[in-house]
Structures are given as C-alpha cells and as structure tokens.
C-alpha cells in the first residue's frame, strides 16, 4: 500500500485523541489561551458537565479576523516568537488545541480586539459554517457544543456528566490557584459553582487569600506557609498540618511557573517530606509553587503539558523536602482544628435512667446510703506550685496548660486560660521519643544501655538472618544484638533513650520492618520508620499512673517540640476544647 498524506481534518482528528481526552482537557486549553491573551476576568459555562456545552470568555486581547483564521491552523501560534522551546513563558506554545477541538465539536468562536471590529468562525466538526462579522465587546469567546457527538467511540467512554463537571471544575480550581490576579468564574446549567475574585493584593497574600476561597478557611487555618529560595528556584504556598489529611491523595495542588502540573518527582517529594508524620492511608493536603528558571524546566514532555522534566531533578527534590520539613518543624506542633470540632460533634447530652426505688429512699438517709460498683477511674492531684501561684497568668504562658489530672490512666486532662486539653500520653511520648531519637543520631549515633543480663530472642532462621546484615546499622541506633545459633538472636544493650523497653517485643518487631523492606534497602533509608518501632515501644503505655509533675513535665516537653501535635502515625496526640464550646454543650450560649 503507497505511503500518502493524511487529509488535514483526519489529521486534528488524531490530534485530538492526544489534546482533547474529555470536556476537562477542552476547558484547560481554553482558560490556558485566555490567561495567554492577558485577561483579568474569565467565565465558564458548562452544560451536561461540558459533554453538550463549554463557552469560555475572557477580556483579553482579542484577535483580528485574519488572526482568527490562521488560529485554527494546526501548529500555527503567537506564543514562540523566537522558536525556543527552552524558553517558554505562556501556558500554550502547541498552536494544536482550538483545530484539535473544532475537528470533534460544534464550534465557535468570537473575537475582537480593543478599537477593532468582532469577527466570527462556525465550524461543525471540521468543516467551517461561517466566517464572517460579529459584535461583542473586546475580548475572545468560545463555544463548543456537542464534543465527540460524530465520534461515536470516544463519546461512549466519557463518564457521566455529574464526573466531567467535577473533573471540569478541579482543572478550573488549579488554574484559578495559580492565577489569583484573574478572576474565575464557572457556572453549570445557569447555576454558579465558583467565583473567586481578582486580589490586586501582594502575591503572597493574593495567594493565600484566593486558596481560602478555592480550598476553604478551614485548610488555611490549618496550614503553614512555605518559603524557601534556593540556587535561583523557589518554593511557596501552603501545606496542612499532618492531622488535616486526607484519605485520598487528590487534594495536592502543584505548580511549576504558574502551570498545574501532576509530577511523580514533585509528588514523591511530598511522601518523603511527610513520611513520618502520616499513617501509609493517608495524604497531605497542600498547594505547593515552584518558580524556576525558563530553561531549568522542559514542559514539551506530552501534549497535555501536565507533565514536566527539569534540569536537576535532585536539586528540586531537595528544595520541596527541605521547605516542607521547615515548614512543618517550626509550625505544625498544634493538632488541626478539625480534630476540637470532631470531638466536639461526639458529644451528646444523654438523660439520666430513672434512679431504682431503693436509691431513691436511700436518698431520704443521707449520701452515706449509696453504694457504688464500678468508681470512675480518674484521679486529681492539687496542682503543683509553680502553676499555682498565679491560676491566669501561668496558664496564659503554657499553650497546653496546666495539668489537672489523669483519667483511665490513659488521658492527662489539662486547662489553659480559655480551653480544655485531652492528652493522649503514649501517643505524645511516641512522638516525643521518636524527635529525641532522630536529634542523637544526628549528633552522632544513639547511646546505648547494656543490659545486666543478655536476653535471647527466638526468631525464624530468615528473620534472624536479616537483623544479623543490619547489626551495625542498628548499633548505631543504640541496639547491640549477635546472632545465637540458626534461629535466636542475643541483645546485648538497647537504647538508652528507650528505658526499660522490652527488648523482645523490640527486636520482633524490628525483624518485621526489616522483612517489609527487604534486603536490598539500608535502614538508614528508612530510618524514620524503624525509629517509630522503637519510640513506640520507649514510650509511656496508656494505664501507666503520672503524678501531676511528670504530666506538666510532659505538656512542657510537647510544646518545645516539633511535630507534637500528631503522633508517628498521623493521629492527634491532644484536644483541645474552647471554653465556649464547652458551654455551647451544656446550653449556656
């Protein structure tokens, strides 16, 4: 069969198999041309979530009537003026998409520049209706209605329209985070979905103020912001606290030079920066921007242009985990509002059963006629002096308060000058060992405790075979162990740090974390991990009874260090009730 030239429609045709996968791919190449023609105010309207209708208008430039017709020229655009793809500044650079999207829709648009006259294209599936004038006001806009209506098989693996709107609406939402100098608007079927206003605002602020309005109040109030500059790169925006998480990992916005991107490198960043602050289900929640250099990053990758390569992959590996553990070193010591309002919402008032008859005569005697069967098991001890002396003034310097005393031998109860706090003590010790471990070895290795008498652990052949390759790494760790025989293992001394841990239970459960990993892997690749096995073991156990110096002692510790406020495995580590909440409960607001 002879070689021949594909006609120019089958050619947009296959075009559009790699720009226009659903109504979400059209509305982020239209938003990107109008942000490329400098406007300050864009709509969308939708309908049947973008399947039956996409109009997008801006108030940009706007295009003459010549202009207007070499834009639906494939490859054909004025964003390349230089013909360098090293140095791309605009969000476009293909000159694909609007031929790409005119071959498989009903399409229109209209144009006009300031002082010019509005000019008009129809096309119907690649074949042009109209070309001819039109009035609007200066600006550009589009129309696509029935998209894939004549490609039956594309059409059929779109999702149901409620799924393209929601995919509609996220590619907005991260444009508009970008942006937050252009306003946004988007509106489904004559309903309005979002409005997020321009902010003539300093960028960090602008920034900031647009998340609050896309993301919510509730994300910025549990957020830190990052900023950190590196080599000529740059890091801002926000990321949550590790107890403001999500089950799914669809809530991480990132950016590179303004541009919504999905990078596996900038993600796996992301995990490794939060890798022991979240339990391995759930995701953080943040809005990250880089601003690099236009030749340090390749955005010529795909023809979505979500994906990028840069020129020092580790460099800005480094920069995101550093500005991120920054970040959440010097911030996240609190617990996420979310947590307060949670336990909040689990309180109910519950009426009291009927008192028996024999309690109600009992009554008549005196107190000293009820018996009880089951005393609470919660102890109060007076406070000690230091907190004392000056009940709101001591309590104003401590932002865990001053404890009050302990309940189930499980949760220090404690009062600040305005709120209540519920501890968990094993899960804040956990963290609070597990930062004290990760400071040693970072001085130098962690201190050892030899144990009187040597204890023997029984494990399987290939357990004890693992332990036994990483013995120096461990010892550098504080954990001193030699094999003993085929299937036992002898622990010499443990971490100091750790107390009067039980080694067994210590050592098992490293052999577990070292068979996940799998031999290959140094546990200093992994070493938050294995510090979390051991602080967990090191740390005070729920029924443990403290005295109120040592419960003090705790909260005090907490508050000078970083990431208190969530144990090793993400969860909360304390609650905090506002005094006014608490008398919401029982009706007194």
Not at 150 to 171: G, H, I, Q
Not at 488 to 510: E, Y
Request: glycine share 8%; charged share 25%.
């Amino acid at each position: 069969m002879p070689i021949r030239r594909l006609p120019e429609d089958l050619v947009n045709r296959i075009a559009a198999g790699e720009v226009v996968e659903r109504p979400a791919s059209a509305v982020k190449e239209l938003v990107e041309n109008a942000l490329d023609a400098g406007a300050t105010r864009i709509t969308v309207e939708l309908e049947g979530g973008g399947l039956d209708l996409i109009a997008v208008t801006d108030d940009g430039c706007g295009m003459n009537a010549d202009d207007l017709r070499l834009s639906l020229e494939r490859h054909a655009t004025s964003k390349l003026p230089t013909g360098d793809l090293e140095a791309i500044a605009t969000m476009g650079f293909r000159g694909e998409a609007l031929p790409s999207i005119a071959s498989v829709s009903r399409f229109r648009i209209t144009s006009r520049t300031t002082g010019g006259e509005g000019w008009e294209i129809e096309i119907d599936h690649g074949v042009i209706q109209r070309d001819g004038p039109a009035s609007l006001p200066p600006g550009t806009r589009v129309s696509v209605a029935d998209l894939f209506g004549k490609v039956p098989a594309r059409r059929k693996f779109m999702k149901s329209p409620r799924a393209e709107l929601a995919a509609c609406l996220d590619t907005v939402r991260r444009l508009a985070m970008a942006r937050a100098d252009v306003g946004f608007g988007v509106a489904h079927e004559g309903r309005r979905i979002l409005d997020a206003q321009p902010s003539a605002d300093l960028l960090e602020s602008a920034r900031v103020a647009r998340l609050a309005a896309i993301l919510g109040q509730e994300f910025t109030d549990n957020a830190v912001a990052i900023d950190l500059v590196r080599d000529g790169l740059r890091l801002g925006g926000l990321a949550a606290v590790p107890t403001y998480s999500r089950g799914a990992a669809d809530h991480q916005y990132l950016f590179v030079g303004g541009r919504p991107v999905k990078d596996r490198l900038l993600l796996g960043a992301v995990r490794g920066a939060y890798r022991d602050l979240l339990a391995r289900d759930r995701h953080p929640v943040l809005a990250l921007f880089l601003d690099v250099p236009f030749d340090f990053v390749d955005v010529n990758v795909h023809p979505a242009k979500t994906e990028v390569r840069f020129r020092d992959p580790a460099l800005v590996r480094g920069l995101i985990v550093s500005g991120l553990r920054h970040a959440l070193d010097t911030g996240s010591g609190h617990a996420a509002t979310t947590v307060s309002d949670a336990a909040l919402a689990a309180f109910h008032a519950e009426p009291l059963a009927p008192a028996p008859q024999s309690h109600r005569s009992a009554s008549m005697f005196g107190e000293h006629s009820f018996r009880f069967n089951a005393p609470p098991q919660a102890r109060a001890e007076a406070p000690s002096p230091v907190y004392a002396e000056s009940r709101d003034t001591d309590l104003t310097a401590f932002p865990l308060g001053a404890a009050r005393g302990q309940v189930h031998g499980s949760w220090i109860v404690s009062e600040t000058a305005d709120s209540l706090v519920i501890v968990d003590q094993h899960a804040a010790h956990e963290r609070l060992t597990l930062e004290k471990m990760k400071r040693a070895m970072e001085g130098g290795g962690v201190r050892a405790q030899a144990l009187l008498l040597p204890e023997v652990v029984e494990l399987d052949e290939a357990e004890c075979d693992g332990l036994e390759a990483h013995a120096a790494e461990l010892a550098e760790m504080g954990l001193e162990i030699d094999r003993f025989g085929a299937g036992a293992i002898l622990v010499r001394a443990t971490p100091a740090i750790l107390g009067n841990a039980d080694a067994k239970a210590l050592v098992r459960d490293l052999a577990d974390d070292i068979t996940s990993l799998g031999a290959a892997h140094s546990l200093k690749e992994r070493l938050d991990e294995v510090f979390a096995t051991m602080a967990c073991h090191g740390s005070v156990r729920a029924g443990r009874s403290l005295s109120v110096t040592e419960m003090n002692a705790l909260l005090r510790e907490m508050e000078a260090t970083p990431h208190s406020g969530q144990c090793n495995h993400g969860r909360p580590t304390y609650v905090k009730l506002a005094r006014g909440d608490i008398e919401k409960l029982f009706g007194r607001r």
